[in-house]
């Protein structure tokens, strides 16, 4: 493979974007200098395919000078990413570079995506330090892409699992639920779960309500009783302990650090 990490690239600018309802009614473009990467974090969004392919989170979308970035999404869905800006000419960037990969480890993917934003904004850290960590990072997670694609593919149950989980987070949520949504039995559930992203349907449910009241935190300016009840939390105590088991902060404390 034609190592990335190698060529005259800088990070030129590192920050999120959270569409409305349906997506962007404005999609950005690469510049004609720039490599442009959209890591997605919450929701789902279409595809740059000739027959376009929802994604979800965990998905990388690569656009290369002047191509414009992703933008559509279900009328109900939004999309959250991280948008990555590189200065690098088109003519030295790898042509085997595919224009959108998935992740194999979305939690990881996650802090990784949270660390660098902190590392750039509001830790001083060198920003040619942090964009090379975001390239080497990138690199090893298409690799790991690759790897999977080759050895097995997403069971089309465990897509229709996940989708019904990322549109139906907020709600009172049973296994019988998803299991249904997805027409397989509950057992068989765990089975794909487990095989395929290596947790449980329970904790990818936890994760996704999470991950997203962290956004509302950083973002907004909503109590944190609030949007506890938005993510699926009757129960604000009960939000609490599981956010600081997550994040390894409290949700006051992870509002302070990222909103700044």
């Known amino acids: 493979m034609n190592h990335w990490r190698n060529l005259p690239a800088r990070l030129r600018g590192l920050g999120t974007y959270a569409s409305p309802l349906g997506g962007s009614r404005r ?5 004609p200098d720039e490599v442009l990467f959209e890591i997605i974090q919450e929701g789902s969004v279409y595809g740059m395919e000739k027959t376009p392919v929802l994604h979800t989170e965990g998905a990388v979308f690569c656009h290369r000078a002047s191509q414009i970035s992703v ?3 279900p009328p109900k869905s939004y999309y959250h990413c991280c948008v990555a800006r590189f200065v690098c000419p088109p003519e030295i960037f790898p042509a085997d570079w595919p224009r959108v990969f998935q992740c194999k480890d979305r939690k990881s993917m996650h802090t990784f995506v949270q660390e660098m934003l902190h ?5 001083g850290l060198d920003k040619e330090v ?4 975001i ?12 790897l999977l694609a080759r050895t097995q593919s997403v069971p089309p149950q465990l897509s229709l699992a996940t989708d019904y989980i990322n549109r139906n987070y907020g709600k009172s949520l049973s296994l019988d639920d998803v299991a249904k949504a997805a027409d ?3 057992s068989h559930l765990h089975m794909l779960f487990r095989a395929h992203l290596g947790e449980s ?9 999470l991950r997203i009241a962290g956004h509302a935190l950083a973002t907004g300016n909503q109590s944190v009783k609030a949007v506890a009840t938005e993510v699926g939390y009757p129960n604000a105590e009960s939000f609490c302990r599981a956010f600081r088991k997550f994040f390894g902060r409290s949700a006051s404390e992870y509002r302070q650090a990222y909103s700044r």
């Open 27 to 31: 999609p950005t473009s690469a510049a």
């Open 71 to 73: 933008s559509e999404s």
């Open 119 to 123: 590392a750039f904004h509001y830790a």
């Open 130 to 133: 942090v964009g090379n960590l």
């Open 135 to 146: 390239r080497a990072r990138l690199e090893f997670e298409l690799e790991r892409s690759r």
């Open 184 to 186: 397989v039995s509950v």
């Open 201 to 209: 349907p329970h904790q990818y449910l936890i994760q996704k309500r």
